[in-house]
């Protein structure tokens, strides 16, 4: 393993600063991808809420018919 340094100029003997940066760097690409993901079950709610009100407003018509 390779000694390296912080960003103050500390020794890192770990190396752990630069195992976090690539844990950093990989982990951002699929953040992205999750966010792409999580539209598809925002979307079906919003579509879920809107029948439920169309509903909510046929019954309440049909009631005042």
Do not use: C, H
């Not at 509903?55 to 309440?60: C, G, L």
């Amino acid at each position: 393993m390779a000694n390296t340094q912080g960003p103050q100029g500390n020794y890192d003997p770990a190396g752990s600063t630069q195992m976090f940066r690539a844990f950093v760097d990989e982990a951002a690409p699929q953040g992205r991808q999750q966010e792409a993901a999580s539209s598809g079950p925002r979307i079906g709610l919003i579509v879920g809420v809107v029948v439920a009100v169309a509903i909510v407003a046929a019954v309440a018509w049909l009631a005042l018919k």
